[in-house]
């Protein structure tokens, strides 16, 4: 009896234990602008932005406008890269996740920036 009230309290505390790594992750922050490309040429320009710094193209659908993309770094840096045509040009949305966390908005101005370059669209 004691053998088995031992080896119950042994499995609770490990329950326990394992039950606070699970964590749940936070949805992902975006920053956005507004060529005046169209969406076909902005995803050229987004994709090539993304290969010139490294990143690896997991996944990219000309028709979705969504790119997927991946930096080998310590932790691994994964970006998406949306397109949505408005009436003003083309929406461009970027997020992503560092090490399973969000990534903040401010990391994606110079992607933005190097896009626009690309585009011409510098103002």
């Known amino acids: 009896m004691r053998r088995l009230l031992g080896v119950l309290l042994v ?7 394992l039950g606070g790594c699970a964590t749940t992750s936070a949805p992902p ?3 956005s ?21 490294g990143f690896v193209i997991r996944r990219a659908d000309v028709d979705l406008g969504d790119v997927e993309a991946v930096l080998a770094a310590r932790p691994t840096l994964a970006v998406r890269y949306r397109l949505e045509a408005t ?13 399973g966390q ?10 933005l920036i190097d896009v626009q370059e690309r585009l011409d669209e510098l103002p």
């Not at 969000?102 to 992607?111: S, W």
Request: overall charge neutral.
């Open 102 to 111: 969000p990534v903040p908005p401010y990391v994606f101005d110079t992607l």
């Open 87 to 99: 009436e003003q040009g083309t929406r461009i949305t970027l997020s992503g996740q560092r090490g």
């Open 29 to 31: 922050q975006t920053r």
């Open 33 to 53: 602008l507004i060529v005046e490309a169209g969406p076909s040429t902005t995803l050229e320009a987004g994709v090539a932005m993304l290969t010139a710094r």
């Open 11 to 17: 499995t609770s505390l490990v329950a326990l234990s």
